[in-house]
């Protein structure tokens, strides 16, 4: 890559809480818009969230899924970008991934399927079997998630997209450790948004390869990043 496109990390150590992180990547795209942020990538454990599609939150029982959140311990928030009702927790990492770029909108379809290829091989390398492609029944469907396993699979990947004037971003949740949480709450905030789902769909790269940790998947994540 040339070294004025040279993708710069940013680990951030601690979650700004749920709604601020998600806030901030806003801002981060909104720097890159007005010129004052050039090629980054934003990596961390965020605290317990579901974070809702616009769709969602537009359905009867959005309240008592966002409740239902609550109970759990998730923080219920409301995305720009579209998709279904995605939980996440410090079992995961979320890699932000954001540039400047004239005419942000033509390649928006490519980033999907690109990015998906690099986090799928990521995970391969880290020892987790790794594919890419929608499976039947998962949480927040998508013709791009990276899922794991090869007879049930499950769902290790999901990605979202934001294109403005300019710039954007492409944000990565990679379930690392501690699945079930993330099922228990998913089950609840689909039962009250009365949305179908399989919940043998959720789970983690732990599961796939065990004793894998954060930091191990990170440091695979990143590596791939690097021959971005």
């Not at 790794?130 to 999901?158: M, N």
């Not at 009365?194 to 994540?221: F, H, I, K, M, N």
Request: negative net charge; proline residues 6%.
């Amino acid at each position: 890559m040339d070294s004025a496109r040279a993708l710069q990390v940013y680990r951030q150590q601690e979650s700004f809480g749920a709604a601020e992180d998600l806030q901030h990547a806003l801002d981060l795209l909104d720097a890159a818009r007005r010129g004052t942020l050039g090629p980054s990538l934003r990596v961390y454990r965020p605290q317990p969230t579901v974070a809702f599609g616009q769709r969602d939150a537009r359905l009867p029982g959005f309240p008592d899924a966002a409740a239902a959140c609550r109970d759990l311990g998730f923080e219920p928030l409301v995305r720009k970008a579209g998709g279904r009702a995605a939980a996440y927790h410090g079992g995961c990492l979320i890699l932000d991934h954001i540039e400047p770029e004239p005419n942000a909108v033509a390649h928006s379809l490519a980033r999907f399927a690109g990015f998906a290829e690099l986090l799928a091989g990521a995970l391969q390398d880290a020892g987790v079997p790794a594919g890419v492609g929608e499976i039947p029944g998962e949480y927040c469907p998508g013709e791009y998630s990276v899922h794991g396993g090869t007879g049930a699979r499950i769902k290790l990947v999901g990605t979202a997209q934001r294109v403005v004037s300019g710039a954007w971003l492409f944000s990565s949740v990679v379930v690392i450790e501690d699945s079930a949480p993330l099922r228990e709450v998913l089950s609840a905030v689909y039962k009250a948004l009365g949305l179908d789902w399989d919940p043998s769909t959720a789970g983690a790269a732990e599961d796939l390869r065990p004793g894998l940790r954060v930091s191990e998947a990170e440091d695979a994540l990143l590596a791939a990043y690097g021959r971005y």
